[in-house]
């Protein structure tokens, strides 16, 4: 078992910054990434991020990249997002997810998930 535990949403202003935290315990070793989903009410959840754990290798959606930086501390194992420049339509859950898969994007693909943190960005 992973037990993934997210911190840092919040709410703030349009064109502000949060940073998201996700510290990871448990049975770790067989991940083969972390990513980040979000989700808007009335919306399906949706990929925002991906680190390849052992590469550091990233991967982001279109939306966010430029303004989002995923990155790791292997010694913490824990995964951040460092989201600036937010939007409204950033508003959302955001969920941390461990995966052995190399399907990042796909939710279905996940193994474990955080149980999420809310971020709202008002106009």
């Known amino acids: 078992q992973v037990q993934l535990v997210e911190s840092g949403g919040g709410l703030v202003q349009a064109g502000g910054s949060l940073r998201l935290s996700c510290a990871a315990s448990g049975r770790t070793f067989s991940r083969s990434a972390m990513v980040w989903f979000r989700q808007a009410p009335g919306k399906e959840r949706e990929f925002v991020s991906a680190?390849?754990?052992?590469?550091?290798?990233?991967y982001y959606e279109a939306s966010v990249k430029g303004r989002f930086t995923i990155s790791r501390d292997n010694a913490k194992n824990t995964m951040y997002l460092q989201m600036n420049s937010l939007k409204p339509e950033d508003t959302a859950v955001y969920y941390c997810a461990s995966t052995r898969s190399g399907w990042y994007n796909i939710p279905s693909k996940v193994d474990y998930w955080g149980q999420g943190t809310q971020v709202t960005v008002s106009s």
């Open positions: 680190i390849e754990w052992s590469s550091g290798n990233t």
